[in-house]
């Protein structure tokens, strides 16, 4: 079995770049992407190298930003720009492989295995998309060469910007081992601290830990990561026409001003559903899970599930059942009033898949029927044609562009389970 080929390619400072190719009179200025202060998202998305250099980081308020840098300029993000040159990358990722897997709008990860006869070995073609990016679209990429999906994703944060990273066999030991073990694709934060609790704070150190221990503590993930961490990793880079289905979809918003009661949490629990419900109905998938998460004014978070008897792809189901939980876990009140909400699904399935013949099956046909005209009035002329009387509310509504930049996923072991 030849030994495969796999590129991860990630576009340096995605948003700020982009920023650039339209106001190249910035390219010498302290530049970062922010949300707009008045709607409390004035946080920092994206920095572009010099902001970078200044110290700011993202997450940064703005304020926070301006300080480290006097001179800033400060963007608003343009989802329509980044998706289409995004497009534009993967056109040419597509000129050297079929197997080209996005992972975000700025990340693809590409199988090259069986196009080095043409093209030449793995770094080689990097270097050659490395170079065509700058010189044809005007971004610089930062690529890692590698024999799995993971080390190729380690070799491209390696060296930034405009840089190729090879990890292969003979040297990833070297490479890689002593990185700390939250370098490793999907080991979040709490894992970090459950395994350096254990004494293990490198990917060498997990590398060489009993497979079994880490089964025991962490069940099938842990020999994944046991797995991972020693390069044994046979996932593979999906087609590029490949739709691959979404395990969870959620949708989130700041609000402009606090909420403080139940009426105008259900006003942006409302617009949230319709969104997430819109996503369900777009990729032909039905919830059995429904989960809400909160921060307050104090940006304490909170997040709850519950799981149901029968799927659904439907808004007002989905808010009820999303209200329902808001209602069963928090407290309404001008002490502790809520910033920000989230509605997410999870456990998906296809189709109609697990519905039961009811009483109530002619008032669903009718409530479907309804759901597809709406889709298609809002495919049509645009995402907010039609609202419910409900949504109504200028301070708690949320930012319908999601529906472009696709679903954000949740994490579903967040919380308690309702059952």
Not at 13 to 31: E, H, R
Not at 226 to 248: C, F, Q, R, Y
Request: hydrophobic letters at 35%; charged letters at 30%; proline letters at 3%.
């Amino acid at each position: 079995m030849k030994e495969r080929v796999i590129l991860h390619v990630d576009i340096n400072n995605f948003y700020a770049s982009a920023a650039l190719l339209y106001n190249p009179d910035l390219k010498d200025k302290y530049l970062v992407i922010c949300g707009n202060p008045e709607k409390r998202h004035g946080v920092v998305l994206a920095k572009n190298e010099k902001a970078k250099k200044a110290g700011i980081k993202t997450g940064d308020t703005l304020i926070e930003a301006k300080r480290k840098a006097k001179n800033l300029y400060a963007l608003p993000p343009d989802f329509q720009k980044y998706s289409y040159l995004s497009k534009k990358a993967i056109a040419l990722y597509k000129q050297y492989t079929s197997k080209v897997e996005s992972f975000g709008l700025d990340e693809c990860w590409l199988d090259v295995t069986d196009s080095v006869k043409l093209f030449g070995c793995g770094d080689k073609i990097a270097d050659e998309i490395r170079n065509r990016m700058k010189s044809e679209i005007g971004l610089t990429v930062s690529v890692g060469v590698s024999f799995t999906k993971v080390f190729a994703k380690l070799g491209s944060d390696m060296k930034k910007p405009d840089a190729v990273t090879v990890i292969d066999k003979s040297n990833f030991k070297d490479k890689i081992w002593g990185l700390p073990i939250g370098e490793l694709l999907y080991v979040g934060k709490s894992s970090v601290k459950k395994l350096e609790s254990m004494g293990l704070f490198t990917i060498g150190d997990v590398a060489a830990a009993p497979r079994e221990l880490l089964g025991i503590t962490f069940g099938k993930n842990g020999f994944r990561l046991h797995e991972m961490a020693n390069g044994i990793d046979d996932e593979e880079v999906s087609e590029a026409n490949k739709t691959s289905l979404p395990e969870s979809i959620s949708n989130g918003s700041t609000t402009e001003k606090d909420i403080t009661n139940k009426n105008e949490a259900e006003s942006l629990m409302y617009s949230l559903s319709e969104v997430v419900a819109f996503r369900l109905r777009k990729y032909g998938l039905s919830a059995l899970g429904i989960s809400v998460g909160i921060r307050d004014n104090k940006l304490c978070y909170l997040s709850r599930q519950m799981k149901l008897i029968n799927p659904t792809d439907d808004a007002k189901e989905i808010a009820d059942y999303a209200m329902s939980l808001l209602e069963k876990h928090y407290a309404f009140g001008v002490d502790n009033p809520l910033r920000m909400i989230t509605v997410g699904t999870y456990n998906l399935v296809e189709g109609e898949y697990g519905f039961q013949t009811t009483l109530f099956d002619e008032y669903n046909e009718k409530n479907d029927s309804l759901n597809d005209k709406l889709d298609g009035l809002r495919v049509k002329y645009g995402y907010g044609v039609l609202k419910r009387a409900i949504e109504i509310n200028p301070d708690f509504t949320c930012d319908t562009h999601e529906i472009e930049d696709g679903y954000v996923p949740f994490d579903r072991h967040n919380g308690d389970d309702d059952k």
